[in-house]
């Protein structure tokens, strides 16, 4: 094994019997998880910038960033932490936004057929619209929806393919203590699909026999334009199995490391864009 740095370069060769090894084991870049206890490393994990980060052996190439970056070989790369795929000598802009009102909320582009998606939140609020993507304004039927929103401490998710809507329970204990962050990440093929929180699964199925997810609208975080008076026209209308939208109930609270079919939607640089009461880091 050789090791060069900034044109130095040092080589260390060991013996190995003729012995093959069949080994699964992990590799960490950045630091080691919390949970995994080695008393040897007692620094803390790596605050910086890091490029071109490759493993090659034999005919093998993997390319970290690109495969972290696209979404690919979730089974193997796998992301944790406030992670930016950028780095400049200027401030970094933080993916880390923070709802302060209940009222506000970010437009991201729409985004084709959504398969999957992942998020942190942490949060004291027991009840808010997280995110909605979904139903032209003004039409009541018919229309493909997604949300996830926060009942009484609890995250549900709500799916519409078109052929009739279910309202999944993802958590069996309130995560809206204030202090932890608490990750989330929706798979799905099909009508079929899984919502982990936490490392927690929960399967499901949706009804009848659509099973593509067709919206042409934006997608919103935190909450949507509904009308802020009662007297006002509703002119953005949002299905009833959301509840927090029809009781016009925002998110208040931070999110962060949101993630669609695996690609960044890059919130940091639409925040300075819209610039509202959505708060970023």
């Known amino acids: 094994m050789s090791l060069s740095v900034d044109d130095l ?27 995994k206890n080695i008393p040897e490393i007692e620094i803390e994990n790596f605050r910086g910038c890091l490029k071109k980060i490759k493993y090659e052996a034999d005919a093998y190439l993997i390319n970290f960033i690109a495969l972290a970056d696209q979404g690919y070989g ?9 992670l930016t795929f950028s780095c ?23 985004w084709n057929s959504v398969a999957s998606g992942s998020f942190q939140l942490r949060t004291q609020e027991l009840d808010g619209l997280i995110l909605y993507h979904g139903t032209l304004p003004t039409a009541k039927t018919g229309h493909d929806y997604f949300a996830f929103e ?24 309130k995560i809206t203590d ?25 399967d499901f199925s949706t009804p009848g026999v659509s099973a593509n997810l067709i ?23 949002v299905p009833h199995p959301i509840w927090t939208a029809n009781l016009r109930k925002g998110y208040i609270g931070c999110l962060k490391g949101l993630r669609i079919n695996g690609i960044s939607p890059n919130t940091a640089s639409i925040f300075q864009q819209q610039q509202n009461d959505v708060k970023e880091g």
């Open 74 to 82: 979730q089974s193997v790369i796998r992301l944790a932490g406030d």
């Open 88 to 110: 400049s000598k200027s401030a970094i802009l933080s993916d880390i936004l923070s709802f302060n009102s209940g009222q506000n909320f970010l437009t991201l582009p729409k």
């Open 215 to 237: 919206i042409e609208e934006p997608i919103y975080l935190g909450a949507v334009p509904w009308p802020m008076n009662e007297s006002d026209t509703v002119d953005f209308y």
């Open 9 to 35: 370069k040092d080589e260390i060769r060991q013996y190995a019997p003729d012995v093959d090894w069949l080994v699964n084991s992990f590799a960490y870049l950045g630091g080691i998880p919390n949970d």
């Open 150 to 173: 926060l009942i009484d401490g609890h995250l549900f998710m709500i799916i519409n393919l078109g052929s009739g809507y279910i309202r999944l329970q993802t958590t069996a204990e």
């Open 178 to 202: 204030g202090i932890v962050w608490h990750s989330v990440t929706l798979e799905r093929m099909g009508r079929t699909g899984t919502v982990i929180v936490d490392n927690i699964k929960t």
